[in-house]
């Protein structure tokens, strides 16, 4: 049966659309520009976890900036 069958093509229409509406075919489509890309993500990939890392600390040293200025106005309340 037509969903037992694995097309592969490398063009969106011509091969996978086309292919999985008249055939029923299961389709995967080649997309070999991908591979660059995936090659750069894969290098850059410990650069992204250092700057996540990095933007949690910050959010963390905020979070504590704001809690100091609400007690140190809360204390000039006091005060005044």
């Known amino acids: 049966s037509g969903s037992q069958i694995l097309y592969v093509g490398d063009h969106m229409y ?43 600390l910050c959010e963390a040293i905020e979070i504590k900036v704001d809690a100091l200025r609400l007690a140190a106005l809360n204390n000039e309340d006091i005060f005044s």
């Open 14 to 56: 011509g091969d996978v659309v086309r292919s999985k509406r008249s055939l029923g075919w299961r389709t995967m489509l080649v997309v070999p520009e991908l591979d660059h890309e995936l090659e750069i993500g894969f290098q850059t990939c410990d650069i992204f976890a250092q700057i996540s890392q990095r933007q949690k």
